[in-house]
């Protein structure tokens, strides 16, 4: 797989040792994060969304109700930043500044546009699989009213970078002989036992 040809505007400048550009990471890290914030700026004022997400080939795909202010904001082609984080360890070093967290992240800026009517059942489809592979097809999709009331945006994965910190603290030499522990601590994002709700709520 090509590296994506991120501009230099938006690759990473931090420690860019750990930036990743190719497309195996890059999804890798889409596909296992199931939250996105989305921001943008409206009215004046900068503005942050949590948003479940769903990739669709190279582009990823969030949606809401067609009312409210993020869908009409982003729908009207303002620029937006997208980023996922996974955090995978809370690094522990033997000084307080060199404690850290091992993470994966990715950052995507860009324009998003809408999704079509003729479109939109199967990105909708799409959230559901990201639910529960197969619920796509046990699950009653979503009908015609639902379909109107929901706006579905497409953000296309052209600029964009990955950003990866592994591996133990990074202490100073001089710190080494303190009796202090040091290392890592794993952190998992994991499913729990499925627990079953018959309950049908009341009108």
Known sequence: MTD???????????????????????????DEALVAHVAFVAEGGPVSMPMF?????ES?????????RFMRVLSAGVPLCLTVTLVDGLVLAR???HHSMNYRSVM??????????????????LFTERVKAGRSTEARPANAQELKATQVLRIPLVEVAAKVRDGGPSDDEEDMRLAVWAGVIPVE????????????SPA
């Open 108 to 125: 995507v800026h860009g324009i998003a546009t809408s999704v079509s009517d003729d479109e939109k059942p199967r990105a909708m489809n």
């Open 189 to 200: 994002q994991r499913l729990g036992e499925p627990v079953p709700w018959d309950a049908v």
């Open 53 to 57: 997400h769903a990739r669709d080939g």
């Open 4 to 30: 994506y040809q991120t501009s230099p505007l938006h690759r990473v400048r931090q420690r860019a040792v750990r930036a990743h550009y190719d497309r195996e990471t890059v999804h890798a890290i889409l």
């Open 60 to 68: 990823v795909l969030v949606h809401g109700s067609r009312t409210s």
């Open 95 to 97: 000084s307080a500044f």
